[in-house]
């Protein structure tokens, strides 16, 4: 059987569920890519001293500029002291705002400390939104480790925007709206490539006034990264309409990505072949390069940043490698569906209980395992070549022009494990 976009697909991969201990990054995470992408807006976390320092270790490095993220410690105090916390932030938030007029929007996010918890953050936005109306637009979110893996930061974030953006004009033509945040030179490419076929494409989150994209009946959604659940959920709830596809990742998921968005505008199929014919030729040349390398090594993926389906799609249709194991956090076969019809039947393994998958990998013995960074050392230590999962977050890897880039990301370890050998 084929699917549109022209894989061959079998029976979807079942999912085993296998909940357990996980090791992964919490939720503010996201905050390292956010605070890059939306450039008028500040994340201010509510934290400890612990998500102070993940905060500037983690992101504290890219800054040349001033920085747009921030940790108001809460120190220990007792339910009595919790008035006195809602003023302290009233004051941080008043002294931020007067000191950086530029901020339009600000994100209070939550964290895991039990001081934190028992704070009503989207309380607090609502009153310091009403405080600073006009000026600044104050939302929450919780990046907090209890209820967030690493990606799901951004998720949490997008859906608290969600319901602040404004309704579309009455009568407005239906449009696209591609969700989820892309390195700027790859939704520039995108962009051109959505007008080129007459489509009217905008992005959330936009780099600047996120809070100005329209969103109703006439919005139809194409996810540009699968961990998404909760603003797809939001979104629909505006009434928009979600296009199932594979993601973007590699010549032959971008194709299928591109064309599902066609198919909803109905443009035909010899217009989109015009538009993608150059691109696509390239992608497939950069790949040809990689596919000597990759080709039939065996990887395992440990799970991460919920893109681990679309990436071991990626590597098995695209680049000849034998998939191991697939674990991910979780797995939202609304979003994740189309992946897994191109995936041979290959199992899920969703929440993974990380000793026993630690005790499979180390049976298997893969060639290349892609793990967090907790994980990877250890692993290097017993002669097992990995590949760091929030490097494939980090890095611009969607769309043609990047699929020589992502495959490399995956040769650059098999080649040092090839030197080392020698
Ligand atoms: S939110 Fe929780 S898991 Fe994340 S840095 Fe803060 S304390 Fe640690």
């Known amino acids: 059987m084929r699917v549109p976009g ?30 890059r992408k939306i450039e008028d807006a ?50 941080v938030v008043a ?13 209070l996010v939550g964290s895991c400390p039990s001081e934190v918890i028992k704070l009503d953050l989207a309380k607090a936005a609502e009153r310091l939104s009403r405080a600073h109306a006009g000026r ?13 893996t690493f990606t799901q930061g951004e998720d949490a974030c997008l859906a608290s925007l969600v319901p602040e953006l404004p309704a579309p004009l009455a009568g407005a033509s239906p449009d696209l709206l591609v969700v989820g945040a892309l390195a700027d030179v790859v939704e520039d490419q995108f962009a051109r490539l959505f007008d080129q076929l007459g489509i009217p494409a905008r992005f959330l989150p936009s780099r600047r006034a996120a809070l100005e994209t329209p969103v109703g009946a006439n919005t139809r959604v194409l996810l540009a990264q699968p961990f998404l ?85 990626f590597l098995k249709e695209e680049l000849n490698a034998q998939i191991v194991e697939i674990g991910t956090p979780y797995c939202d076969r609304r979003i994740l569906g189309p992946e897994l019809q191109r995936l041979d039947g290959l199992p899920i393994h969703e929440g993974n209980d990380v000793n026993r998958q630690l005790d499979r990998v180390r049976a298997a013995r893969p060639d290349l395992t892609v793990c967090g960074l907790g994980l990877a050392n250890p692993l290097e230590a017993e002669g097992l070549s990995t590949k760091w999962a929030i490097e494939l977050v980090f890095s611009p890897i969607q769309g043609f022009e990047q699929a020589g880039d992502l495959a490399e990301l995956f040769a650059r370890p098999l080649a040092r494990r090839d030197r080392l050998a020698v």
């Open 95 to 107: 002294r931020l705002i007067e000191r950086r007029p530029d901020i339009r929007l600000l994100f």
């Open 229 to 313: 659940s909760d603003t797809l959920t939001a979104l629909e709830r505006r009434g928009a309409r979600h296009i199932p596809a594979p993601f973007p990742l590699g010549a032959e998921g971008t194709t299928a990505w591109i064309r599902a968005a066609a198919r909803a505008f109905g443009i035909a199929s010899e217009v989109v072949d015009g538009a993608i014919e150059l691109p696509r030729a390239r992608a497939h040349k950069a790949l040809a390069r990689q596919r000597t390398r990759i080709g039939g090594q065996r990887v395992a993926f440990f799970p991460d940043s919920q893109l681990e389906p679309s990436l071991a799609r």
């Open 6 to 35: 022209g894989a061959c697909v079998t029976a979807p991969s079942p999912v085993i569920r296998d909940p357990g201990q996980r090791a992964v990054f919490c939720g503010l995470t996201g905050i390292v890519w956010l605070h």
């Open 136 to 148: 600044t637009r104050v939302l929450s979110w919780s990046g907090s480790g209890i209820e967030t």
């Open 42 to 91: 500040f994340f201010l976390v509510v934290g400890s001293r612990t998500c102070a320092h993940l905060i500037q270790s983690a992101a504290g490095v890219m800054i040349f500029a001033e920085p747009r993220f921030a940790t108001a410690i809460l120190e220990e105090r007792d339910l009595a002291g919790m008035a006195d916390a809602q003023e302290e932030i009233d004051r």
